[in-house]
């Protein structure tokens, strides 16, 4: 824990002036971010005494060891910066609203040649208009069936659209008059352009024309006696209706407007958001946050803003925003809502009338969602905190193990060596920091091995972190007797971490280490946990501890998760630590290791597939996909190639002598495939079909059938 005092600025060296203030912790991560029309000020609230301030801003002055600020020329200048950093930086001590960008909007790609309609999460796309954000994505769907029978719009996927105009027949919704077929030119591009910009319209409000419009053609089709006509107008008319109905009026027709309520206690908070377009509540969305410092509702109201219109311009932000509570000062916020606006915005409290009503709505939504978050959040946290308790006590721990990483090796009998580190933050998965290895040190399969290597080059880079930051004092070893090779040069040292590049998870965000650089930008490898698990039993343990002992790290404690018994190895000890099959402590152990296993065989099975589709052509320089496929196209398998004149490959569309000469070459020095395998009869097969799939396909039928190869990787 950090004196204050240890790092306050002297008062003279403060600006009276507007700025954003950033505090660091001992590790140089930014743990918070703040802004102030004085920063002398408020710099100077941090360091009164330790007993005089909140219990969360006190643990916040206490973590950090330094602080450092901007200055700037305007409040709006303050509120913009804070916003980037807070986005950047992802501070621990500042309001964090969680479930941004899961809320499914409706979508239409007016940047295509022919419109669709979709839903849509996440970032918004340049030319694509957007409506909501629903609270349900069935909700959307809904609507747009409703819609689909007066605006019959695309809503196929890129995929079908093409197969359709090359069949030359529409999907179902063509038959039924759900769409308009454009892929097979029943209306033209600019046509059904029209229809998408009317379904915009109608969507945005402007319903009474077309209704009316419906109406209307309706009256004349029984006029004319054109029954049939009448009757689908009608039926037209009483869908459009029904999609009204599903959002109600609730103000008058042209009121455009955002509500925003806030229901907190002392730790958490939550808000609720109705956007109110043309009247109607268009959708709905909420968020919760841990309130981890001392906050006022207007401060809270503040970050809502941010996170909400921070990346917003134009017709997205309202002409009014209704709030519980002013943020202080108001008129910075308002200034910085008009600039993203590019026109004047409203932000007040409504007094009376039926937006005060509408806001004890929004209220009434804000509280329940805060009580089912506790609801369920209660056992969550009740059961984690005692799993990491029960860890703690088995392995006879200081503290509770608040950072954990496990680490596991797959293979597919000795091929494709690859680890996984996982990582978990309070019991809960940290996926942002999870990581993959490619183990190079070695051939051939030893786990024991791969996993000294892995932990090995982990936590060089963890040292090589903590040496650059400055945190050892001179004379102490940072490497210990691992290497004599300078940290970080990855081409003098075999276990350097040249092969465990950023790698992305199917189901995570681009991976990022939690610790900072000096600019507080994420580094790798930085943060060092409280206990490392390995999938394994007393080797790997062992390997595990004997690589942090080379490195010269005694505070991070090592286990091992072993399979068979789910035994639990520490290292040194002959026997295991035996943990109840009803114990918390080992279902989070079992979670963490069975994670670690899941992230390093994902990743080992694509590998594998990659090489398995690599083909004699990738060695190729200068061969592009196309050209490749038009060569396979031109003479049918790679057998063929090979054997083909380079005249004859000059053949080929696109391919020059030079080319056909180098791609001669290369299928000389390449070794031809092994002849392919009938797996349920043994025998060789010969002919030029097999040859076509072992070649360019690259998975070879001798290797066995998938369910055989798996059985033999971990």
């Not at 009164?48 to 950090?64: F, I, K, N, S, Y």
């Not at 969507?203 to 089709?221: D, F, H, S, V």
């Not at 080059?457 to 972190?465: T, V």
Request: with cysteine.
């Amino acid at each position: 824990m950090a004196d204050p005092s240890s790092y306050r600025p002297k008062p003279g060296q403060i600006p009276d002036s507007p700025g954003v203030y950033r505090f660091r912790d001992e590790h140089r991560r930014v743990i918070y971010v703040g802004k102030a029309k004085s920063l002398r000020q408020r710099l100077a609230n941090y360091f009164q005494d330790l007993a005089g301030l909140h219990p969360r801003t006190r643990t916040m002055v206490t973590t950090a060891a330094s602080v450092e600020w901007t200055v700037v020329s305007t409040e709006v200048e303050a509120l913009q910066l804070e916003y980037s950093w807070i986005k950047e930086f992802d501070p621990r001590f500042n309001v964090k609203y969680r479930d941004d960008k899961s809320y499914p909007y409706l979508a239409v790609t007016m940047n295509e040649e022919y419109p669709r309609v979709q839903v849509m999460r996440g970032h918004k796309k340049k030319g694509v208009r957007y409506f909501g954000p629903y609270a349900h994505a069935w909700a959307i769907r809904d609507t747009v069936d409703l819609l689909l029978r007066v605006f019959p719009v695309r809503t196929c996927s890129a995929g079908v659209f093409k197969n359709a105009r090359r069949t030359g027949r529409p999907c179902l919704l063509g038959y039924i008059g759900k769409c308009s077929a454009p892929c097979v030119d029943r209306v033209s591009a600019e046509e059904h352009q029209e229809l998408a910009e009317e379904f915009c319209d109608f969507m945005t409000g402007r319903t009474g024309t077309y209704i009316r419009r419906l109406e209307k053609q309706m009256m004349e089709a029984a006029d004319e006696m054109e029954y049939e006509r009448a009757a689908r107008l009608r039926d037209d008319i009483e869908a459009l209706k029904k999609a009204m109905e599903k959002n109600a009026v609730v103000l008058a027709d042209a009121t455009d407007a955002d509500l925003i309520a806030v229901a907190e206690d002392e730790l958490e908070a939550a808000v609720q958001i109705f956007h109110v377009r043309g009247g109607r509540v268009r959708g709905q969305r909420g968020w919760v946050t841990d309130k981890v410092e001392e906050i006022t509702t207007g401060a809270l109201v503040e970050h809502a803003l941010q996170q909400l219109y921070g990346e917003e311009t134009g017709d997205a932000v309202p002409k009014e925003v209704l709030v519980p509570a002013l943020p202080d000062p108001v008129e910075p916020v308002q200034e910085w809502l008009t600039g993203r606006r590019g026109a004047g915005v409203s932000l007040r409290i409504p007094q009376r009338g039926d937006k005060r009503a509408l806001m004890e709505t929004v209220e009434r939504n804000a509280q329940q969602a805060l009580v089912l978050h506790k609801t369920k959040r209660a056992s969550d946290l009740t059961t984690r905190s005692r799993a990491l308790e029960e860890i703690a006590d088995a392995l006879d721990l200081d503290s509770a193990p608040l950072r954990i990483e496990c680490y596991d090796i797959s293979h597919l009998q000795g091929d494709d060596v690859v680890a996984s580190m996982v990582v978990f933050e309070d019991g809960l998965q940290r996926k942002s920091e999870y990581r993959r290895f490619q183990i190079k040190g070695f051939e051939g399969q030893d786990d024991v091995r791969s996993m000294h290597e892995v932990i090995t080059r982990r936590f060089r880079r963890y040292l090589a972190e903590k040496e650059r930051t400055g945190e050892w004092t001179d004379g102490e070893n940072t490497l210990g007797d691992a290497s004599s090779a300078p940290l970080g040069d990855a081409s003098s040292d075999p276990l350097a971490d040249a092969s465990s590049d950023l790698l992305t998870d199917a189901s995570s965000a681009p991976l990022t280490s939690g610790l900072k650089d000096d600019d507080g930008r994420p580094k790798r490898f930085a943060y060092p946990p409280q206990l490392v698990v390995v999938d394994g039993g007393q080797p790997q343990v062992a390997a595990a501890q004997r690589a942090l002992d080379e490195l010269g790290i005694d505070d991070i404690a090592v286990c091992g998760l072993a399979k068979r018994l789910e035994e639990v190895w520490v290292p040194g000890e002959d026997d295991p630590v035996v943990l109840p099959r009803t114990s918390e402590g080992l279902y989070l152990l079992q979670r963490v290791r069975d994670e670690a296993h899941r992230f390093a065989i994902t990743y080992q099975r694509t590998k594998r597939a990659k090489r398995f589709r690599s083909s004699p052509l990738d060695d190729v320089p200068g061969l592009g996909e196309t050209r490749k496929q038009a060569l396979i196209k031109h003479f049918g398998s790679v057998k063929k190639l090979r054997s083909a004149t380079i005249d004859q490959i000059c053949e080929v569309p696109g391919i020059g002598r030079k080319t056909a000469e180098t791609i001669a070459v290369a299928l000389a020095q390449a070794a031809p495939a092994a002849p392919a395998v009938n797996t349920a009869t043994g025998e060789i097969m010969e002919d030029e079909e097999s040859d076509t799939t072992a070649e360019t396909s690259g998975e070879p039928v001798s290797a066995g059938a998938p369910d055989e190869r798996r059985g033999q990787e971990r």
